[in-house]
């Protein structure tokens, strides 16, 4: 571990007041507006955020593919705008959509990769031996891969990502659409990076995955990094429990707000938001355990029924609506119209 | 999953042994050559539709004007062994046209930046990777038409009229491949450039001395003819096969004076050289 350059000594992954324009005058997208990130050395370091809230554009200026407009990138100790090459020797990079070239083997890609990485010829053909049986990929890797499945194309190019043997691995959403087996043994396969020294950074959508994986976590919303630190402590931090009421299965917005003026007025409530993602079921904030027995017969005097009442602690969650103000996915539905895959696919040509 | 994993998983802390630019160099832009002879062989369409066509004039072209009236044609040569040399030309020319397609395809669909996210040495190989390929392509390609025009009578270069011919075709190729290259980067996208080889092929042919002498046509035609790149490959192709080989020789009578072999190649290599530094500042900035 002492041979790796920066260990222990400050963040290996440094990003301060990124900023990041795309497009000209008015039709300019701002995608970063003054992003800072500090990943520590050999964690497992979860990027949380909705679609659209500046994870990718992250990740791509991480591995050189992007410069920002303004602001310092340093990975492994090194300036990534003055010296893109020697970050990209030691980051591996897991995009989100998997280009392959139909026409080649896993293996042959794999040969490709390593070529391009200058591994000499044996180190290179033992890598990808023992990286076909870690990913289990042996029954298909010499099969072209154009006849792959969504889980055999993310799990090799988490195997490209491996290749050179990293300092820094960074994966973007690397389990969105996944099967249950194809995601298990992705995460696996993190979890021993992570134990054996890689410092692995990964965006995600999902709150379980983030919240299953990683050691510390970042909330992106807008651009911006609005939360940060490990899940427990900022679930910790946010105090009280966790109430989600439904009156009904699926309520409507009216409904929804007049039982939230109702229980509002309750002493103990701090906090009660509106989830329409969930049919409009409101999730509230208490002081205390007794406070959900007085919701109850506060809402049979109004003779209001009750579909369900559930407490918890504090969820990964309950950490998003605090700092955002809305669910994760109340915001995915809210940007789920309104963003256009052909500018973004523009954006990502060279 | 046992026994491998601590050292495969754990980063690469070792300095690995110092190695000349020159090697990794090469090993970057062969494994990009591999990949494409790959692609090729697997799906060897290109290669035969490359061959094909070309024959398919020669064949369809040769008979049409199989009976063009004698003193159409310089020295009383037949109307075949005329529009041999223009044929082989139009063949290296259009797979170099081609060269701009995989990139524009690997630009479009990603996987470019699965090349540039990667420590090349010099992000050149990529480009120059294309090169070899297509000239490789090329000359194959070339020399099956050849053989195939000399099975059907059409004539065989001598010893030095070969190299004549290979260099002329190796020069021309270069210069149409930067070409080529600089569109797919300048394009948006596959469309746009399948559009303009679409456009720019059979015009260039026919504004040629690849199918009449520059005698037979109408002056502002022949104008056209004596300052296209393609009539400047193709007249010292023409003078090999004659057998009239030598460098000094005039070989295009132009309105605008006589051009000797020497110079024809010339005029290739400036425009091969001109073209590269011409799209250089673009390749730069779009693989910078």
């Given at each position: 571990m002492s041979a790796v350059q920066g260990a222990g000594a400050g963040p290996v992954i440094e990003l301060q007041d990124i900023r990041k324009r795309y497009?000209?005058?008015?039709?300019?997208?701002?995608?970063?507006?003054?992003l800072d990130l500090a990943v520590p050395q050999g964690c497992l370091y979860g990027l949380l955020g909705?679609?659209?809230?500046g994870k990718t554009t992250t990740l791509r200026i991480l591995a050189t593919l992007l410069a920002p407009c303004s602001g310092v990138v340093r990975v492994a100790g090194l300036d990534a705008l003055a010296d893109p090459r020697g970050v990209r020797e030691r980051l591996g990079y897991v995009a989100q959509e998997v280009a392959l070239d139909?026409?080649?083997?896993g293996r042959e890609l794999l040969a490709l990769q390593g070529d391009l990485y200058h591994l000499p010829r044996q180190q290179r053909d033992g890598r990808i031996a023992e990286l076909i049986s870690l990913l289990g990929?042996?029954?298909?890797?010499?099969?072209?891969?154009?006849?792959?499945?969504g889980g055999m194309r993310r799990r090799l190019d988490l195997a490209s990502g491996l290749l050179h043997r990293p300092q820094v691995l960074v994966l973007d959403?690397?389990?969105?659409?996944?099967d249950i087996e194809s995601r298990a043994a992705i995460w696996q396969v993190l979890r021993q990076l992570r134990d054996q020294g890689t410092t692995v950074l990964l965006s995600s959508h999902y709150l379980e995955e983030v919240d299953a994986l990683a050691d510390h976590l970042a909330i992106i919303e807008d651009g911006r990094v609005i939360a940060a630190g490990r899940p427990q402590e900022l679930k910790a931090a946010l105090g009280g429990d966790r109430v989600t009421l439904r009156v009904r299965e699926f309520s409507d917005e009216p409904e929804a707000l007049r039982v939230q003026q109702l229980v509002q007025a309750?002493?103990?409530?701090r906090q009660v938001v509106v989830n329409?993602?969930?049919?409009?079921s409101l999730n509230l904030v208490v002081e205390h355990d007794g406070v959900v027995e007085q919701l109850r017969r506060q809402l049979s005097e109004a003779s209001l029924p009750v579909f369900a009442l559930a407490q918890s602690r504090p969820s990964l969650d309950d950490v998003y609506l605090q700092a955002t103000g809305r669910t994760l996915m109340d915001a995915e539905l809210a940007v789920a119209g309104s963003r256009d895959a052909k500018a973004e696919r523009k954006q990502a040509m060279r | 999953m046992t026994s491998a994993v601590p050292s495969l998983l754990s980063p690469d802390g070792s300095q690995s042994p110092p190695r000349s630019a020159a090697a990794d160099l090469a090993q970057e832009t062969l494994a990009l050559c591999r990949r494409l002879f790959l692609q090729l062989l697997r799906r060897p369409s290109t290669l035969v539709a490359g061959v094909l066509q070309p024959l398919i004039w020669l064949v369809l072209f040769g008979a049409l004007f199989a009976?063009?009236?004698?003193?159409?044609?310089?020295?009383?040569?037949s109307y075949g062994r005329f529009l041999g040399a223009g044929v082989i030309v139009f063949t290296a020319f259009s797979a170099a046209l081609n060269a701009g397609l995989p990139v524009m395809f690997d630009r479009e669909f990603g996987f470019l930046n699965r090349l540039l996210v990667a420590p090349l040495r010099s992000r050149s190989s990529i480009v120059l990777a294309s090169v070899l390929y297509i000239t490789a392509l090329s000359l194959v390609q070339s020399l099956a038409i050849m053989a195939t025009a000399a099975a059907l009578g059409y004539g065989w270069p001598g010893g030095g009229g070969l190299l004549l011919v290979l260099v002329t075709l190796l020069l021309l190729v270069f210069a149409v491949t930067g070409l080529s290259l600089g569109l797919a980067f300048a394009l948006p996208g596959h469309i746009e450039l399948i559009a303009v080889i679409f456009v720019a092929n059979l015009p260039l042919l026919f504004a040629s001395?690849?199918?009449?002498?520059?005698?037979?046509?109408?002056p502002w035609l022949g104008w056209l003819a004596a300052l296209n790149p393609l009539t400047f490959a193709i007249e010292p192709i023409r003078a090999a096969y004659a057998g009239?080989?030598?460098?000094?020789?005039?070989?295009l009578q132009a309105p605008y004076g006589d051009v000797t072999a020497s110079g024809c190649l010339g005029v290739l290599a400036v425009l091969a050289v001109g073209l590269f530094l011409l799209i250089r500042p673009l390749l730069d900035r779009k693989l910078s």
């Open positions: 497009g000209k005058g008015d039709r300019a997208v701002e995608a970063l507006r003054g909705p679609n659209g809230a139909k026409i080649l083997s990929m042996e029954g298909w890797i010499d099969r072209r891969c154009g006849t792959y499945s959403e690397p389990t969105v659409g996944l309750c002493p103990g409530v329409r993602a969930q049919g409009y | 009976n063009a009236p004698a003193g159409l044609l310089p020295d009383g040569l001395t690849a199918l009449a002498p520059l005698t037979f046509m109408p009239q080989f030598s460098l000094s020789a005039v070989v």
